[in-house]
Nanobody
């Protein structure tokens, strides 16, 4: 019944920017921590960023710190990931996720609900 739908992926040159969105429905979105994960071909899924239910606390992987910004608009039931200064190694399928653990950990077990993913491709 919980649905998370990502959008905003695409192809961009290195140094460019993209903003991903995740629209949530079917549950009380504002009570869940939210996260962004990504998976490149042949690699394990890795955590990118997370945000507390009220949006006051954020957590980032070292590889994206200073380049990516996670935010949420609870009135619109929408999660965002602003990605700047993109690098070819950022190429992956990006997933949004929701969980009720309230730990903001960048690990899959802290999130029970997942979107279908959106492709991001960064060319050199």
């Amino acid at each position: 019944q919980v649905q998370l739908v990502e959008s905003g992926g695409g192809s961009v040159q290195a140094g460019g920017s993209l903003r991903l969105s995740c629209a949530a429905s079917g549950y009380t979105y504002s009570t869940y921590q939210m996260g962004w994960f990504r998976q490149a071909p042949g690699k394990e899924r890795e955590g990118v960023a997370s945000i507390s239910p009220g949006g006051r606390i954020t957590n980032y992987a070292d590889s994206v710190k200073g380049r990516f910004t996670i935010s949420r608009d609870n009135a619109k039931n929408t999660l965002y990931l602003q990605m700047n200064s993109l690098k070819p190694e950022d190429t992956a399928i990006y997933y949004c996720a929701a969980g009720d653990r309230w730990d903001m950990a960048l690990v899959e077990r802290s999130y029970a609900y997942w979107g279908q993913g959106t492709q991001v491709t960064v060319s050199s």
